[in-house]
C-alpha cells in the first residue's frame, strides 16, 4: 500500500504543476469567473483543495509522529497564516500548493505497512466521531485532488482552454 500513495502522492504533485502552468497563461478574470460550480470558479475550486489538504496534514501529525509534518509549517504554524497564503491569490495559493504537494510527498515517503493498516479515529468536519484504516484516509486526500482537478478540466473545456495534464499513466513508469 505504501508504495502505491507513494506513486499517487507523486502523481498528484505533477498533476497539479502542470495545472498550474496551464492556469498561470490565463487571465486573472478567468480564473475568479462564476462557472456554475459547488466551489464557483477555478479558484475557488483549487483553494478548496489545498485547505483541504492541509487539514488532512495536520490531522495525520495528530495520529503519528512524522519529521516532516512535525518540520513544517504548514502543519506546525498558525493554521490562519495557511489559509491566508492560500486565498491571497493565484500566485500564492500556487506557491502554497506546491509546499503542500510536497509535504504530501515527503509524508508518504514515512508511512509503513503496519500504521497504514491500523484504525484511526477522528472527528470530521460535520462534528461526526469516525474511524477508518489509515490507508484509506490517506488515499481518500489523494483521491479527493484527483477529483476536483477532473472537475476544473471541465472547467477549462468549457473555457475552451486546452488541459490534458491529467491521467495517473502520464506520471507513472
Do not use: C
Request: proline letters at 2%; a negative charge.
Amino acid at each position: 500500500m505504501k508504495e502505491i500513495l507513494q506513486s499517487f502522492a507523486a502523481y498528484n504533485r505533477d498533476a497539479d504543476i502542470k495545472l498550474v502552468s496551464i492556469l498561470g497563461g490565463l487571465d486573472e478574470a478567468v480564473l475568479r469567473e462564476d462557472l456554475g460550480s459547488y466551489y464557483k470558479t477555478i479558484l475557488g475550486t483549487l483553494e478548496h483543495v489545498a485547505q483541504a489538504t492541509v487539514s488532512w496534514l495536520r490531522r495525520y501529525a495528530g495520529f503519528f509522529a512524522y519529521p516532516s509534518l512535525a518540520a513544517s509549517p504548514i502543519v506546525s504554524g498558525p493554521l490562519e497564516s495557511v489559509m491566508a497564503r492560500i486565498k491571497a491569490g493565484p500566485g500564492s495559493l500556487y506557491a502554497a500548493l506546491a509546499e503542500i504537494d510536497a509535504l504530501f510527498v515527503a509524508f508518504s515517503g514515512e508511512l509503513d505497512e503496519a500504521t497504514l493498516a491500523s484504525r484511526v479515529k477522528y472527528v470530521n468536519m460535520k462534528g461526526e466521531a469516525l474511524e477508518r484504516t489509515y490507508w484509506n484516509v490517506v488515499f481518500h486526500v489523494l483521491n479527493h485532488a484527483t477529483h476536483h482537478r477532473g472537475e476544473i478540466s471541465a472547467l477549462l473545456d468549457r473555457k475552451g482552454v486546452a488541459n490534458d495534464y491529467s491521467g495517473f499513466t502520464l506520471y507513472t513508469k
